[in-house]
């Protein structure tokens, strides 16, 4: 982030604009809208800025720029023309004396930008790209004037009419937040708003929100890795949560979607090393509810699919905490999808059987005999520590030494790395590679399809 993005209250505060043409017309119709006191300073004025000047909206000053004229009392100086000498004087000018300045289509010279603005009364969206591309964030402000109805500047002014009822109505401030924001998913897409049904929702969510003891508990699945995978539902509840609880598979970029100022807590799970043990993170779910609060438990890839999501509703159900299940796309499936597997395919494989890898006290329970028919897909959630004695398991229970096996670490991102084998080869083969965890197996003829079926990285 080259610039900060940050609202300045202008009221009444001295601002200079240099230029009396189109653009510099553009610059003080913003300015004036924030009820600064704006000079400008010209020879010649267009038409438009003649009018704003005859309506005493700002104050005229015809004459040549004389940069030892000019007071060092401006709060803000913007630049509108086409002299890059001038523009330069005025530059240097402002940085000697700590004014802000505004250089257009100079932004080397700029030591703020005005951003692309939509505007509902006073709620203001500007958009930047630090004066890089400035026609994109005009495109972008056309894509938020479609979204917001004209009606959201009555639903702003009667949000600011009730702020102090709401004070009043709850004196947590978590309350408060979770008020506004029920408040607003109610109406903020709507265009038809009318001052009674806003009345009848406030004082409806007020009432329910005081009545209400406990939180609730967001159970969401993260999806295996790439933040375009979540769902729709999945990143509305990760916006909301007042604490998020995560494990080791949730990527940085996904956590990065979690608000600001949520409580974050890591409850990753590694082979023999469990950051926080499972009856603690079920009872921190309990015991965060139980303050009111909005707990987001997210897991990589689907919750109810090898992520012990089914454990933590039985405990929520047992203390009657509230919670919702959002499904993600399970590992197996979006890693598959990206490393150009199909997991199941009309010729190759009629079935797919998902097994955990995971050793318990050194041994694994699984039915072999079940795992080694013909034209089927097994998928190994947590398998790499035990490859050794899976193949060699699988071997002995009849399945052919040159059944094809893909190991796929980090599916779906950039770190995407694919091995593919056979049974009898592959743990030799991965000695050679830097290959590791988090990895899924994928055994089956359908591995074969690979070679047609790339396409990522």
Avoid at 35 to 63: D, G, P, T, W, Y
Avoid at 193 to 214: A, D, E, G
Avoid at 334 to 357: K, M, N
Avoid at 404 to 416: F, K, R, S, Y
Wanted: proline residues 3%; hydrophobic residues 40%; aromatic residues 6%.
């Amino acid at each position: 982030m080259k610039r900060f993005p940050l609202f300045v209250n202008l009221d009444k505060l001295p601002v200079l604009v240099v230029g009396g043409g189109d653009i510099a017309e553009r610059k003080i119709n913003l300015i004036i809208k924030a009820n600064a006191n704006v000079e400008v300073l010209a020879r010649n004025f267009s038409h438009n800025v003649e009018q704003l000047i005859s309506k005493k909206k700002l104050k005229k000053i015809k004459q040549s720029l004389d940069i030892n004229s000019l007071g060092s009392n401006y709060s803000l100086i913007i630049a509108a023309t086409d002299n890059k000498q001038i523009n330069k004087k005025l530059f240097n000018f402002a940085k000697k004396n700590n004014i802000l300045i505004n250089v257009v289509d100079q932004p080397e010279l700029c030591t703020c930008t005005f951003g692309s603005i939509v505007e509902r009364g006073d709620l203001v969206i500007a958009i930047s790209t630090g004066g890089s591309a400035p026609v994109f964030a005009r495109n972008l402000r056309e894509k938020f004037e479609t979204l917001l109805p004209q009606s959201t500047k009555q639903l702003i002014d009667f949000s600011s009419s009730i702020r102090e009822k709401v004070i009043r109505s709850f004196s947590q401030f978590n309350k408060r937040r979770i008020f506004w924001e029920l408040f607003f998913d109610a109406f903020a897409t709507k265009k038809n708003i009318t001052k009674s049904n806003l009345t009848k929702l406030s004082n409806q969510l007020i009432k329910t929100l005081r009545n209400k003891k406990s939180g609730e508990v967001f159970l969401v699945g993260a999806g295996p890795g790439d933040p375009e995978l979540l769902t729709l539902r999945a990143l509305h509840l990760i916006q909301k949560a007042d604490v998020c609880i995560y494990d080791n598979l949730v990527s940085k970029e996904i956590l990065e979607l979690v608000r600001r100022d949520a409580h974050m807590i890591y409850a990753g799970k590694l082979r023999n090393n469990h950051t926080i043990e499972q009856k603690e993170i079920n009872k921190l779910l309990v015991n965060y509810a139980k303050k009111g609060l909005r707990v987001l438990r997210l897991k990589g890839g689907d919750p109810f699919m090898f992520g012990r999501g089914g454990e933590e509703i039985s405990e929520l159900m047992a203390k009657n905490i509230k919670f919702q299940v959002v499904p993600g796309i399970t590992a197996a499936t979006g890693v598959s999808a990206y490393a150009g597997i199909p997991l199941t395919h009309r010729d190759y494989s009629q079935s797919c059987i998902f097994i955990t890898g995971h050793e318990k006290n050194g041994t694994l329970n699984i039915n072999w005999d079940n795992l080694t028919q013909e034209n089927q897909t097994i998928v190994i959630y947590m398998g790499l520590n035990a490859l050794p004695i899976i193949t060699q398991n699988l071997i002995d229970s009849g399945m052919r030494k040159n059944m094809p096996i893909a190991l796929v670490q980090e599916g779906t991102t950039d770190n995407q790395k694919v091995v593919v084998s056979t049974i009898s080869r592959v743990n030799s083969k991965i000695l050679k590679t830097d290959i590791q965890s988090p990895v899924i197996i994928i055994i089956g003829e359908v591995v074969k399809l690979r070679k047609t079926m790339k396409w990522f990285n």
